[in-house]
């Protein structure tokens, strides 16, 4: 607790810590100071200078959010000088902008348009600086197009990819009116290390970064009369959507969204956490195989710890990095892939649709599963097992162009055979969920009792905490797991790739002594995920997780091993964990890449 | 104008009495409060350009509690028309190893270093055998002091104390936010005194002579004397050492060629002064003289009425343009937008009066700008179009 | 001269391996090279434990360290005013002449780049340019067909590392 100080900002005095930034002191004072580089997520950079206030005595405007208070200084947000100052920046950026609003993806939604507009900047007549600019379009990533005509230098991506994901896809080049963003020597991003997680999209002010969409392909296949069109819908999803079609950050709108997807013309509108349930069936039983491997049988072949692979940010990064260490990955597929293999075997012969008609689509809060669908060894079904990803954000530019009234919704219910789900399932959508889900089912076929936790809530794995760990001590094992009597399993649960390079840099130095660990690539689990709606900062994240948990207890089922569709799929169609019909249609391999 | 006219003239820093070995030991065995009163009293302004008290910066990284702390001296002179510095180091460099010795006793730093600029590559023999002898001595005298050379790579922008912190550091010379001041948080996050090359070689004078001496030259709020690098359309191009506050008229008159229209009194990011305004100018820093102070880093060029302003401003926006770091939008964009604004006023493309347009956008440059550079186009740019605006449109 | 990998770590060895040791690493590939080549800089990162982009944007912000391939000497002239008012055009137009290359281009042969830079600090002496390392002043057309002929002769002479 510092120092506390009293400085005055338009004529009233606040009461700060010392060393506040002049723009939180402005934020405790009601007063509303516009920013473009600064981010609650990242450091403060202090160059876009849209946020330069003046500050009585100095000649010079001073940025606010960088500039700490000093005792008694008096500071003045609204002067002719200020808003002159502040016009002038926003004239600039516009002016080195390919400002085409109503022909970008961004329209409506881009930072700068927002003050281009309160500042009315109607009389722009700097010289246009992008026809001497030779910009270029990067859309060869499956999930990222880089528009460079559009970007404002803010940096905030650069700083994402550096501070909160440890990849380092982008830096600042060159120097002077050449300066810009760029990936290592200029080449494309699926050409880089970039692991498609879209962090920079989440922060990216402007139209620079966006996601590569399919609506246009997703609508066609739709209007296709000779097509099947299935939908499946990540966790993260239901507690995000809300927040693009007028609901308060942390809105669950699950029967909403169920309504308006069969709305969108869907054939079946199912549920990605009922394959979450069959990823911890699978993963629980592969993790204590694995347990048994390397506790009774000592077999040197064994990787512990085993590490999540549903996050397929993530995946690509271990790819990159650590590609000596791939065989710590569970060899399961994600959820959404396993979806989508069985959607066109299991599926499509409960039902007796062609499968080759069927098309498969994703809802997800995540740019990475656009790359993962495209993966080459993701068609064990015969076919391509996903067709078309789409994030929460293109799920509501949908709505909308359907003329759907979504607040209005009734609640609608998924289809049946692969839309029930336990709330172990929807918790995937959390960082530590799926810790949390596997436990819940692992624990309980290991010793036959509840995880020792009140209503199954496993308060250790959750929270925003960089890396997390927990142990829980099986005592008194099922006879069939005597060997693990005694044993403290321990977890730990990383999100963030920086993070997860910290637990990965602690199994390589042998640091390290988990037997299980939960690795998500964007900051909070999926629901902070780089489809999710933007803005994006720590207090909507922590409001989108209560809304997770919130689901996960409202749920009849929490435990995914007590879902009657999962009963069904194994005794219809897989027959059991890691069984034989598995091989190829569940469980996946990776590909060692090159760090550099 | 009549050759027989002479400035004041100074001889502290090339005359060398090859003593800095005793100067050295003299003074490292002076508490570091009395060196710090010394030139405070002498009232030596920082050289480079930007004029803070030196005695002041000592002091307070003196006062900073850190067991590491830094002393760079700042020789990425790059400011077009300035080259003093690179005098001082291939003529008196034990002048200036000296100094940055006393200071790290000063301050308590125990390593110096010298930032060179990636051009003057071909001093870092002379200089690396200079510093071999320096540290020997201070072995000798059992100082433990060591400097050494980090070399610059063609970025005039790592003349900004803080990107030249960053440069050190390995990253891009993008300067930072300032809070904090490198006195308290500088090279690596520590403390550091960094000053220009040319200042520190006079604080070898007042150590060695005492702050009277120095004091005792130029005028009140500009002391001591200051080396002028003089280039340009002059009979005398070269290195002089004069004492400040003269005014401009006298300066033209001793090394004007009879036809001057023009002197850009601190390189590009100075001032350009008219002949008009020549008597009403002294060159000094800002204090309560008639007329106007301006202070520099000694460049001076002159132009005389066979030149055309608008090239000379054309050139130094080219200049801007590409030396700058490129972080902040007002210096990134505003200094292209300059650029082409003058362009396209002489081309016909824009009126006369976008000229009024350009001086408000550099004025906003002048304080939105995140450093010195973007905060200094508007010096030669409103001085240049507001004296000359007929050289811009015709 | 050292393939690239044993230089870079020799470099390394030298400087250290920390990232404020980048710059003189990147001057030293940059002194025996002429330029940092992707591998050039891929190597480095893999010897500092950097990403590669930490790399590429550090260098391409430094004018003197050059990405793209050069030749043998890189003439650099300078372009700012008091060279400019001294006659740097006809320096220029002497060196394109007898070269046959303009500015940004390289001599098909190798041995020769023709750059422009800004202030070299010889603006007493103007016009200025640097080859390599070295400084050359008070310039007119004959001065430096002169030079230049000079160092082809040295070119032709021995194919050692001459700067």
Known sequence: MGKKIKITINGETVEIVKGTSILEAANQAGVIIPTLCYHKDLCVAGNCRVCVVEIAGQKRLAPACATPCDEGMDVLTNTLKVRNSRKHIIELLLSEHNADCTNCYKNGGCELQKLASEYKIMNQDFIHLVPFRNYTIDMFSPSIIKDDSKCIRCQRCVRTCAELQGVNALTMSYKGEHAKITTFFEKAMNDVVCTNCGQCINHCPTGALVEKNYIEEVWSAISDKTKYVVVQTAPAVRVGLGEELGFEPGARVTGKMVAALKRLGFDAVMDTDFTADLTIMEEGTELLTRLKGALVDKNPDIKLPMATSCSPGWIKFIEHMYPSLLDHLSSCKSPQQMFGALVKTYYAKARNIDPEKIVSVSIMPCTAKKFEAARPEMHDSGYRDVDYVLTTRELAIMIKQAGIDFMKLKDAHYDRLMGESTGAGVIFGATGGVMEAALRTAYELVTGRDVPFENLKILPVRGMEGVKEASIKIENPLEKWSFLDGVELNCAIAHGLVNAKKVMDSIVAGTSHYHFIEFMACPGGCLGGGGQPIPTNPEIRARRTEAIYAEDEGMPMRKSHLNPEITKIYKDFLIAPLGDRRINKINTKYTPRKRY | ?394 | MKPITELIKDLADLHGRDRHSLLPILQGVVEQEKYLSEYSMIEIARELDLPATEVFGTATFYSFLEYKKMGRYIIRICKTITCSMKGEKQILLAIEDMLKIKVGETTPDGSFSLLQTNCLGFCHKAPAMLINNDVFTELTPEKVREILSEYLNRKNEGGQNVN
């Open chain 2, 1 to 394: 104008m009549s050759t027989n006219y002479q400035l004041k003239r100074a001889d502290f820093i090339f005359k060398d009495e090859n003593d800095w070995e005793e100067v050295l030991k003299n003074n490292i065995n002076r508490p570091p409060n009395e060196l710090i009163n010394e030139l405070i009293s002498s009232e030596l302004k920082g050289r480079g350009g930007a004029g803070f008290p030196t005695g002041l910066k000592w002091k307070i990284s003196a006062e900073e509690v850190n067991d590491v702390k830094y002393v760079i001296c700042n020789a990425d002179e790059g400011e077009p028309g300035t080259f003093k510095d690179r005098e001082i180091l291939s003529k008196v460099p034990f002048k200036v190893l000296t100094a940055i010795a006393i200071c790290g006793h000063v301050i308590g730093a125990k390593i110096g270093f010298i930032y060179l600029r990636g051009e003057y590559f071909f001093l870092q023999p002379e200089l690396n055998k200079a510093i071999n002898e320096f540290e020997y001595y201070c072995r000798e005298i059992k100082f433990d002091f060591s400097i050494k050379i980090f070399m610059g790579s063609g970025a005039y922008i790592c003349g900004e104390e803080t990107a030249l912190f960053e440069s050190m550091e390995g990253k891009r010379g993008e300067p930072r936010n300032k809070p904090p001041f490198p006195s308290a948080f500088g090279y690596m996050g520590k403390p550091t005194v960094i000053n220009n090359v040319e200042t520190l070689a006079h604080t070898y004078t007042i150590f060695k002579y005492g702050s009277k001496r120095f004091y005792d030259l130029g005028v009140q709020y500009s002391r001591g004397s200051k080396l002028f690098s003089v280039s340009g359309d002059t009979p005398k191009p070269g290195i002089y050492e004069l004492e400040l506050g003269m005014s401009l008229a006298d300066f033209v008159d001793e090394f004007g060629d009879d036809d001057t229209k023009a002197v850009q009194v601190g390189g590009a990011s100075g001032f350009l002064v008219p002949r008009k305004r020549f008597s009403e100018t002294n060159i000094g820093f800002q204090g309560k003289l008639v007329g106007i102070s301006l202070p520099t880093g000694g460049s001076m060029m002159l132009f005389n009425s066979s030149r055309s302003m608008f090239n000379v401003l054309d050139n130094y926006l080219n200049f801007f343009a590409e030396e700058s770091c490129g972080q902040c939008t007002p210096c990134r964009v505003g200094c292209q937008q300059l650029l082409r604004g003058i362009k396209a006023v002489k081309r016909g493309e824009k009126n006369a009066q976008y000229l009024d347009k350009m001086l408000k956008l550099a004025e906003t440059m002048q304080f939105t700008a995140k450093c010195g550079l973007g905060q200094s186009v508007a010096n030669s740019f409103s001085s240049i179009v507001e004296n000359f605006r007929e050289e811009m449109i015709y």
